[in-house]
């Protein structure tokens, strides 16, 4: 069988680099019974991919789940809950590993309506990566709690934006593209965005100061699969596209690690002060986060009638521990693949999953 | 048939279409339609029509287009723009072709606040044409001149394409941004010889010109600019000093304009109305022609077509300037046809590494490459801006007529385009001095 | 039939209005955004969810029955302006045959997405706010349909030779004011 990946990452960029690997290990483990041909940004943008694979335009997508609230509440909530690895025992910057281990874990063998809601959109869940933390990168100095008061702070998502109003802070809503320019000119003060993003767009260019441990949460980045091309692969195959997966999961974890380390070794050159933020701005986001937590699950709760938030950020955070003991001491992107497959996509039931 | 046959059909089906007059928009979605049919079945092709035109049409960035063309349409019809030309006019007298030149001059200023080139088309478009009739200049010429004009507004940034090419090639948009500066104001020159030029062999393309403009009248001409002036101010002040971003500078200069035609006393309700209906059938007419490219996109991803036409003409190159010729002559054809963005997201994955490979500088091709689809907005049978400035002066020109008016400008951006391969310092001394 | 027609055009006037309208409110919206941001510290919440997915939407799919009307759809004249009549006057038909064709799939797919986005109550995030989206999405079909609509009611015309009730496309007035 020949599938299609519709990537929404730019051809060339390292994240599509590992789409590449990622077909080349479904041809190696399904023994090439399987090959899989990617198309960066050509076949289906982010916005279209999940209709796009619902559909059938492509095989399989880097579904971002939190471009559709109403169609992927329960993994939206979920994801929200990064914000943990922003708390003492778990903030570092390979946390992104760990959360990717959690959430795999918890979505295919805890949330039933998790699998419920992918199933509704014809597809298929074979797991997921989180990118680097996100950050404050601004081009005003921040040190205290009141200097967030009334700076214009790019909001990616809801997380975002509840921490800027909640801080005092104003969020403004822009695409990623206009928001070079938007530091640039001033027409933000600062852009929270993931270290990786530092570097490949462009914020580096322009802006002065990074804040590492604010305001924290990690964007979430599913793969999932129309559900009748996973069907239509024998069991052994299956197998094959989950390990794939797997290292997918790892490799794309990784690289944006990587490309975050590389933005933090280049940033001295260019002038910018890169490191943690204050104590006081740290602390105020822990307390932050510690009510959030609470928050989130009465949100989703009221808008989506999802009654299972409170426990889920309980598992989720026990998950933490495990997950952030498993992958701390890892050296290497093929050792996080085989933590990913053998603790969580390997005890998957291929004969029933995704039916 | 294989898949790439498919796509080819599909590419001749599409030509044939256009060529018996079959709306371009409907052309393209009709064909891409049924090829995703034929190649994928019909879940893939009504899937492809369930989401492609609502999500390519729900986009803040293209929100630009309609604003930018109000702006337009606002300044034309409440005669803000009367007072700038008279000025052009009257300082660029001694010149053959003063309005003609007036107008390249315009576009390249109107390219520092727009992305597109489609708007900056559609701005001086509505703005220099009527101004030009009316001095009866020919209508080929003051069509093609604004046409072409417009492609300056994707080199000048802000610029889209430069800035998706940044993010996919991985290097700089500010530098890729300084590199267009010289690539746009070059394009600029030479449009402006292009049209002296043409005057000189021909002074009946631009027959009037006032011979006889004091210092005085020259001065006194100067304090009617005012109101067009004001804007630019208030969209270049806006941008740069961090108030809006680009592509909210349509809808504030838009606004402006409106302020200001109500301060002049031009502003009725009719004018004001009929503004808005034409930005409404103008943006239209444009978005379907996109919705369809978008489509077709995808068909000839799907059909591997794009693929073939690409690699076939890199593996006839084995050196670097036959490689160069090859890249020029594939962006050519694929600029008769698809819209700039969806030609380069096809293309970009094969020729990004042949560009790497030959050890060329990708902010240098990135800037070439501008260039290079930006002719395509002019080349027919698909050709954006000329589509533009048709809808804006309706059936008093043919679109055949500002094709042809065109070739000249086509030949020069070849030139260009040589000279850029030739000497490619010309793009990098800014963005290296300013390192 | 020319009453058909009449009927026709009162209702491509409507929508026409409702998407100039449209134009305007964009224009009013982002600036109000703009100036609550930059003076107040106050964007208003959603201006790019509703530029997006409200008014482009309906700027676009509104307006291409009325571009029908008055022939603002773009097409290539070089071969068929060598023809004489006849065979221009049929290939004018089947151009219109094609677009009904065309806009027919676009109808039918608009529909049958907006069912989907109805029954899930799909909406946007922006900021910490959602917002509905699913209603946007009945644009797409009821703007084809308008499309339709004006295409057949031409064929028609063009083949009995019947008076039109549809509005005449506009004098290029602008050039002599
Ligand atoms: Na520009
Ligand atoms: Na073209």
Redesign the interface.
């Known amino acids: 069988d020949q599938l299609?990946f519709a990537g929404g990452w730019?051809?060339?960029?390292a994240p599509t680099g590992k789409l590449e690997d990622f077909a080349a290990a479904v041809e190696e483990y399904s023994g090439g019974d399987v090959t899989v041909k990617v198309?960066?940004?050509?076949?289906?943008?982010f916005?279209?991919a999940s209709?796009?694979v619902?559909?059938?335009?492509a095989d399989m997508t880097a579904n971002l789940m939190?471009?559709?609230?109403?169609?992927f509440s329960h993994f939206n909530m979920l994801a929200e809950f990064s914000e943990v690895v922003e708390l003492e025992q778990f903030a570092s910057d390979r946390s992104s590993f760990a959360f990717s281990g959690a959430i795999m874990e918890y979505v295919i063998n805890s949330c039933p309506d998790c699998m419920d809601q992918i199933a509704a959109q014809n597809q298929v869940y074979l797991g997921a990566s989180s990118t680097t933390s996100y950050v404050l990168q601004c081009v005003v100095p921040l040190a205290t709690v009141d200097d967030l008061k009334?700076k214009?702070i790019r909001?990616a998502?809801?997380y975002w934006?509840?921490w800027a109003?909640q801080v005092g802070a104003?969020?403004?809503?822009?695409?990623i593209?206009?928001t070079?320019?938007?530091l640039?000119?001033?027409?933000v003060d600062c852009t929270a965005s993931n270290t990786a993003d530092f570097v490949?767009?462009?914020f580096i260019?322009?802006v002065k100061y990074l804040y590492v441990g604010l305001p924290g949460a990690q964007f979430n980045v599913p793969y999932t699969m129309n559900r009748d091309s996973w069907n239509s692969l024998s069991d052994e195959n299956k197998s094959a596209m989950l390990k794939a997966t797997a290292k997918l999961a790892a490799d794309i974890a990784w690289v944006y690690t990587e490309e975050a380390a590389a933005g933090k070794e280049r940033a001295p050159g260019e002038g910018i002060e890169y490191g943690a933020a204050s104590e006081e701005l740290v602390a105020m986001n822990r307390e932050f986060i510690a009510k959030d937590k609470d928050a989130i699950g009465e949100i989703y709760k009221e808008?989506f009638q999802i009654e299972t938030g409170a426990a889920a950020a309980t598992a989720l955070t026990d998950l933490m521990v495990k997950w952030t003991d498993l992958t701390k001491d890892l050296d290497s992107a093929e050792a996080l693949a085989d933590v990913y497959w053998n603790e969580v996509l390997s005890k998957v039931d291929v004969a029933t999953y995704g039916k | 048939m294989t898949d790439a046959g498919i796509g080819l059909t599909g590419l001749a089906t599409l030509i044939a279409l256009i060529a018996v007059r079959v709306p371009i928009g409907i052309a393209l979605i009709g064909v891409s339609f049924t090829g995703l049919y034929v190649l994928?079945?019909p879940?893939?092709a009504?899937?492809?029509m369930?989401?492609?035109p609502y999500?390519f049409t729900s986009s803040?960035?293209l929100s630009s287009i309609p604003m930018f063309l109000f702006l337009g349409f606002i300044s034309y019809h409440t005669q803000l723009t009367r007072g700038m030309f008279n000025a052009a006019r009257i300082w660029l007298a001694q010149f053959p072709g003063g309005l003609a030149i007036a107008s390249i001059f315009g576009s390249a200023g109107f390219a520092a606040v727009s992305g597109s080139s489609i708007a900056c088309s559609a701005a001086m478009g509505r703005i220099a044409i009527p101004e030009m009739m009316k001095h009866r200049y020919h209508p080929e010429l003051a069509t093609s001149t604004v046409a072409v004009a417009g492609t300056i507004g994707a080199m000048i940034p802000?610029s889209i394409i430069l800035?998706?090419y940044?993010?996919?090639?991985?290097i700089?948009?500010?530098q890729l941004f300084l590199g267009g500066v010289v690539a746009g104001l070059m394009t600029a020159a030479g449009y402006i010889i292009v049209v002296s030029v043409r005057v000189w062999l021909n002074p009946d393309l631009a027959p009037e010109k006032d011979e006889s403009v004091t210092l005085r009248e020259k001065i006194l001409a100067l304090r009617e600019t005012w109101p067009i002036l004001l804007i630019m101010l208030g969209i270049f002040g806006g941008?740069?000093?961090?108030?809006?971003?680009?592509?909210e500078a349509g809808a504030v200069g838009a606004s402006l304009a409106c302020l200001v035609a109500i301060v002049t006393g031009q502003m009725t309700l009719t004018r004001f109305l009929t503004a808005a209906r034409e930005t409404l059938m103008t943006t239209a007419a444009l978005l379907l022609i996109a919705i369809g490219a978008s489509l077709l996109?995808?068909f000839l991803?799907?059909s591997g077509a794009g693929d073939l036409l690409s690699n076939g003409i890199l593996s006839i190159a084995t050196n670097p300037v036959l490689l160069m010729v090859g890249i020029v002559v594939i962006y050519l054809l694929m600029g008769m046809f698809l819209e700039p963005i969806g030609a380069m997201?096809?293309t970009?994955?094969i020729i990004?590494?042949v560009v790497d490979a030959s050890g060329w500088s990708l902010l240098w091709f990135g800037v070439v490459l501008c260039k290079l689809l930006e002719i395509g907005m002019i080349t027919p049978p698909i050709g954006m801006n000329v589509f533009v400035i048709k809808s804006v002066v309706g059936d008093l020109v043919k679109i055949s007529s500002i094709f042809r008016g065109v070739v000249w400008f086509v030949i020069m951006d070849l030139v260009l385009v040589a000279i850029l391969c030739a000497f490619p310092d010309l793009v990098l001394w800014l963005p290296n001095l300013l390192d | 039939m020319f009453g058909i027609g009449r009927g026709l055009s009162y209702l491509i006037k409507a929508a026409s209005f409702a998407g100039a309208i449209c134009v305007v409110l964009m224009m009013l919206h982002v600036t109000a955004d703009v100036i609550g941001?930059y003076l107040f510290?106050?964007?208003l919440p959603g201006?790019?969810v509703v530029v997006a997915n409200y008014y482009m939407i309906i700027v676009v799919f509104l307006a291409i029955g009325a571009a029908e009307e008055q022939r603002a759809h773009i097409s290539v004249d070089v071969l068929t302006d060598l023809m004489p009549e006849r065979p221009r006057n049929i290939l004018s038909i089947f151009a219109s045959v094609l677009t009904v064709a065309v806009v027919t799939v676009l109808m039918i797919s608009g529909y049958t997405?907006a069912t989907k986005k109805t029954a899930?109550?799909?909406?946007?995030?922006?900021?910490?706010?959602?917002f509905e989206v699913w209603q946007s999405y009945w644009f797409v079909p009821l703007g084809a349909a308008l499309m339709i609509a004006v295409a057949v009611y031409q064929i028609l015309i063009m083949i009995t030779g019947a008076r039109s009730g549809l509005a005449e496309a506009p004098e290029a007035a602008f050039i002599n004011d």
């Open positions: 299609s730019p051809p060339n960029s198309y960066p940004l050509s076949l289906l943008s916005a279209e209709a796009g619902r559909d059938g335009i939190a471009y559709f609230p109403a169609e009334g214009r909001a998502g809801a934006a509840r109003e104003v969020p403004v809503s822009m695409s593209n206009e070079l320019e938007g640039n000119q001033g027409v490949n767009f462009g260019d322009v808008r | 994928m079945g879940r893939v009504w899937g492809a369930s989401i492609v999500e803040w960035i802000p800035i998706l940044g993010v996919i090639a991985q700089s948009i500010s941008l740069f000093g961090g108030v809006f971003t680009p592509t996109t995808r991803a799907l997201l096809l970009l994955p990004l590494p | 941001r510290n106050a964007p201006t790019i997405e899930m109550v799909a909406t946007k995030e922006q900021g910490s706010q959602l």
